[in-house]
């Protein structure tokens, strides 16, 4: 339902004391709490021995949480982000960060840790974008990916909140806000996001690389030229 008025508030599936429903705050909108979505984690084992591996390289809170009680102690992990480093919970690890919480950073900082290349375990959820097995394909650097949780709809589906907009955070959040959004604004996380959104005829009001100060970018100057829906 689109809602008028002075408050414009934006649904996502986060929490209100999350650092990105912080980033729609200070963007001048109201995050509104939808958890639509639910982590299912996967039951593969890992594809090579993990203490074989040069490292192990995680992608996300989600995929280090799943991983975590299987990593050997003394791991040296490369982590994307400091969330991710936290959702370990370990601190018998080796933990390295990039410079950014962005894939082609964390690929730059993999060929300056082993200039010689190696084998790393990979783990991701099952729609991650693949940059780094692009990145690493024909070279030295020997991506193995671990498919350690998919993300899959809530049931029972909750009912979409009264907001003007909506944020999509992956691929299959687009697809499944996309019908329940025709008439509210779309933001998307992403540009596979956003060709998610499109692929189902509701194409998007905005969308950024996921960087939270892009996201803040987008929101404020769409806010500020109050384009209608």
Known sequence: MRVTGAKHRLALARPANHPLSDTVRKAGWEPIPYPFTRLQPSVLPP?????????????????ARVAASRLPAGTLCLVQGAGTAEALGR???????PAEARAEALWDLLQE???????????RGERSREYLEEAARGTSWRIHPWITHREAPRVPFPPMPEVEGVLALSPLQAEILAPLSVNL???AWGE???????????????HCEPKPSLLWAMLAQHLSQETPC
């Open 113 to 123: 840790r082993f200039p010689s290349g190696g084998g790393f375990v990979l783990a």
């Open 91 to 97: 601190e018998d690890l080796e933990i390295l960060l």
């Open 185 to 187: 604004l779309r933001f």
């Open 192 to 206: 596979g996001t956003a060709r998610a959104f499109a692929k189902a005829g509701t194409p998007v009001h905005g």
């Open 47 to 63: 594809p090579i021995p993990l203490a074989s591996a040069s490292a192990v390289v995680l992608l996300s809170p989600s995929g």
